[in-house]
């Protein structure tokens, strides 16, 4: 049974940086999509981007500018970078996998989701 | 605000049927057909409910289903349990982002 469980500090101070690592087992970090989502409290779900185990990314519009992630095969893990964070990337950010139907496309839903992991931005 | 319009909550009794709808505009829904549905009891991972609009992955109970019209896609349950009390997320796929999720609507079994 593949499981995803998301890792990295529950408290950040404004303006640095945010880093999350997503550590999959059960399964090949190969040949699928994983994305990081995050849910304010008390509001919907947001994507914040994906990445191919090749290394290729897709951002939201919307945070592209602060965001990075990254792919380590070697651990089977993956990770999030968001710079200069407000309160308002406060929020329960979730990592989950897209599988391909037609190696590179991605199927546009997500199978397997972490438990996610309240991330607080505060001084 | 979410990209997607749900209903805040719904509520039915047990062995009753609910649906959620799911509202997007010409960018998403009607225009593709990557809806997907997601159950979440707090604290635990989302699961995946239904794919593509109308399938259930191996596993699901067929008293969930998918559908869509127009701009809105919908999700029933029919045989309402009070294990199905939970969150219920949409997501589709948009002109300009692989995924827009709706706001959530909570399912209470009363």
């Known amino acids: 049974q593949v499981q995803l469980q998301e890792s990295g500090p529950g408290l950040v101070k404004p303006s640095e940086t945010l880093s999350l690592t997503c550590t999959v087992s059960?399964?090949?970090?190969?040949?699928?999509?994983w994305s990081w989502i995050r849910q304010p409290p008390g509001k919907g779900p947001e994507w914040i981007g994906f990445?191919?185990?090749?290394?290729?990314?897709n951002y939201n519009p919307s945070l592209k500018s602060r965001v990075t992630i990254s792919v380590d095969t070697s651990k089977n893990q993956f990770s999030l970078k968001l710079r200069s964070v407000t309160a308002a990337d406060t929020a329960v950010y979730y990592c989950?996998?897209?599988?391909?139907?037609?190696?590179?496309?991605?199927?546009?839903?997500?199978?397997?989701w972490g438990q996610g992991t309240l991330v607080t931005v505060s001084s | 605000q979410s990209a997607l319009t749900q209903p805040a909550s719904v509520s039915g009794s047990p062995g009753q049927s609910i649906t959620i709808s799911c509202t997007g505009t010409?960018?998403?829904?009607?225009?593709?057909?990557?809806v997907s549905w997601y159950q979440h009891h707090p604290g635990k991972a989302p699961k995946l409910m239904i794919y593509?609009?109308?399938n259930r992955p191996l596993g699901v109970s067929n008293r969930f289903s998918g559908s869509k019209s127009g701009n809105t896609a919908s999700l029933s349950i029919s045989g309402l349990q009070a294990e199905d009390e939970a969150d219920y997320y949409c997501?589709?796929?948009?002109?300009?982002?692989?995924?827009?999720f709706g706001g959530g609507t909570k399912l209470t079994v009363l």
């Open positions: 989950a996998r897209s599988p391909t139907e037609v190696d590179p496309v991605p199927e546009y839903y997500f199978d397997y």
């Open positions: 059960g399964g090949s970090i190969n040949s699928y999509y």
């Open positions: 990445i191919y185990y090749s290394g290729s990314t």
């Open positions: 010409s960018s998403d829904i009607s225009d593709y057909k990557y």
């Open positions: 593509d609009v109308s």
């Open positions: 997501t589709s796929y948009t002109s300009s982002s692989p995924f827009v």
